[in-house]
């Protein structure tokens, strides 16, 4: 089994509609790292529909950036 079979990357959603938390680990093994923690802020934005595409936009960054499993 080489390294990469062996490794996974996990994102983790904390969601919310003003301020949204997310976290990435790489899992190799039994030993965990941090890879990125931050929050999006969206009370600025007016309405559900605003804040719910910037959710959509920023996930999407994440995801492409890091491909997590």
């Known amino acids: 089994m080489n390294q990469k079979e062996n490794e996974r990357i996990i994102l983790g959603i904390d969601p919310g509609t003003n301020i949204l ?3 990435l680990i ?3 093994g039994k030993k ?3 890879i990125e923690l931050d929050v999006i802020h969206l ?3 007016k309405g ?3 804040k ?3 959710i959509f936009s ?3 960054e994440i995801i492409d950036k890091h491909k997590p499993d």
């Open 58 to 60: 920023k996930v999407l």
């Open 52 to 54: 719910l595409q910037s």
């Open 21 to 23: 938390g997310y976290g």
């Open 26 to 28: 790489i899992a190799r």
């Open 43 to 45: 009370s600025k934005l």
């Open 48 to 50: 559900h529909a605003l």
């Open 32 to 34: 965990l790292h941090l």
